[in-house]
C-alpha cells in the first residue's frame, strides 16, 4: 500500500499539468501605508496564519477584517497568500505596511502566491531566502521573509522571520531548510519572532525543529491545552503551525486559536509579546 507521501504526488501527477507554475527569482513586491515609525516595545501583537490562498474570496476578507478590528495586530504573517497578477492595488483597507514574497506564479489562475507579512511599520531591513530543493511534480521552491523593525525607545530591533517549510520531500531537504534559517537567525543579536506553518506532520520533522528551534534558543507560545487541539494538523500528527521567540516575554492570556474561523483550513494564531531593556540582548 502506498505511504501518504507517494498517494498525494500521484494526485498532483494526475491533476496539475507541469507546466502551470513558473518559479521566481528572490523579490518582494511591497506597499507603505502607515506613518508609524516604530512598534511600542510594550505590546507586540503577532496574527500567523496560513490563509490557503483565500484572500480573494469574501468569506476571507469578512474573517480577516474581524480580526484586525478586534485584535489589532501589529505584525501579521501569511503563508499561502495570493495577488492577482492584473491587481493594481490589494486590500486598499488594510491601512498596515506590507511585504510579499512570492516563490511562483501560477499561469492558469494568473497569480502571485508565497508569503505575506503586513505591519504596523516599515521594516528596515528585508531578505528572502529560497529553498534550494522543490517539491515534487509542480517542481516549486518553498519561501522565508525576514524583516526587521525598530522597537519604541530601544537601540536594539526585532528580527521577524515568516515561513513555509518544505512539504512532500525527504527529511534531510526539510533539514537543510532549517539550517538555512538558523544560519541567519543565529546571526542576530536581539528579539526574533519566527512564525509559519512549518508542516510537521510526522514526529521525525517535529524532533528535528524542536532541535533547531533549541539550539537557536527559541521559545515556542504556549497555547492551553483545549487552544493547542485547534492547531491543523494531519489526521494524528504534531501541529503544523508555530510561533517561537526570543529574548522577549509572552503575555501567556493572550496566545489563542480562533476556532471559529473557517474560511481557511488552518486557524489563526494569536500571541503578544513585551521587550524590556532589560532582557538578554
Known amino acids: 500500500m502506498p505511504n501518504i507521501q507517494e498517494h498525494v504526488?500521484?494526485?498532483?501527477?494526475?491533476?496539475v499539468p507541469g507546466y502551470r507554475f513558473f518559479r521566481l527569482q528572490e523579490l518582494t513586491i511591497d506597499k507603505n501605508n502607515s506613518l508609524q515609525t516604530e512598534i511600542s516595545s510594550n505590546s507586540i501583537k503577532v496574527l500567523s496564519w496560513n490563509i490557503a490562498k483565500q484572500n480573494y474570496n469574501n468569506a476571507w476578507v469578512e474573517d480577516f477584517s474581524k480580526i484586525i478590528a478586534t485584535y489589532q495586530p501589529n505584525l501579521i504573517f501569511l503563508q499561502e497568500f495570493s495577488l492577482k497578477l492584473e491587481a493594481e492595488e490589494w486590500a486598499k483597507w488594510l491601512k498596515m505596511n506590507w511585504n510579499f514574497a512570492p516563490n511562483f506564479v501560477d499561469i492558469h489562475h494568473q497569480t502571485y502566491s508565497g508569503i505575506f507579512t503586513a505591519s504596523t511599520i516599515s521594516p528596515i531591513t528585508k531578505k528572502v531566502i529560497t529553498t534550494k530543493h522543490h517539491e515534487p511534480i509542480v517542481k516549486t521552491p518553498k519561501i522565508s521573509l525576514i524583516t526587521e523593525y525598530v522597537l519604541s525607545e530601544q537601540s536594539i530591533t526585532l528580527m521577524t522571520i515568516n515561513t513555509h517549510l518544505i512539504n512532500f520531500v525527504d527529511i534531510n531537504k526539510f533539514k537543510i531548510q532549517l539550517n538555512e534559517l538558523e544560519q541567519v537567525l543565529s546571526t542576530h543579536?536581539?528579539?526574533?519572532?519566527?512564525?509559519?506553518?512549518?508542516?510537521?506532520?510526522?514526529?521525525?520533522r517535529a524532533v528535528i525543529l524542536n532541535q533547531v528551534t533549541t539550539q537557536l534558543g527559541l521559545t515556542p507560545v504556549i497555547f492551553a491545552p483545549d487552544e493547542k487541539e485547534k492547531i491543523k494538523r494531519f489526521l494524528l500528527s504534531p501541529p503544523l503551525d508555530h510561533i517561537f521567540y526570543r529574548d522577549i516575554s509572552?503575555?501567556?492570556?493572550?496566545?489563542?486559536?480562533?476556532?471559529q474561523i473557517c474560511s481557511s483550513d488552518h486557524k489563526p494564531l494569536l500571541a503578544e509579546f513585551t521587550y524590556t531593556n532589560t532582557q538578554k540582548n
Do not use: C, E, M, Q
Not at 504526488?9 to 491533476?15: G, P, Q, V
Not at 543579536?189 to 521525525?204: A, E, H, Y
Open 9 to 15: 504526488n500521484t494526485l498532483i501527477t494526475k491533476f
Open 250 to 259: 509572552a503575555k501567556k492570556a493572550s496566545a489563542k486559536v480562533l476556532d
Open 189 to 204: 543579536r536581539g528579539p526574533l519572532i519566527l512564525s509559519g506553518d512549518f508542516n510537521t506532520w510526522s514526529r521525525k
